[in-house]
């Protein structure tokens, strides 16, 4: 199997709707990542006003 079959594999189930599978949502959290931040930062905005 070459990498690019391996990758495309991969991204096929990525894009399935997520099934509860461990990896899928352990890279889904990582991605969630930064978005807490932008939270963080809308909240410290909002108690400013």
Do not use: E
């Not at 495309?8 to 890279?27: D, G, M, V």
């Amino acid at each position: 199997m070459t990498a690019k079959s391996r990758r495309r594999r991969r991204n096929q189930r990525r894009n399935q709707p997520p099934q509860s599978q461990p990896p899928l949502n352990k890279a889904k959290n990582n991605k969630n990542r930064p978005n807490q931040q932008q939270l963080q930062r809308m909240r410290d905005l909002a108690s400013q006003k």
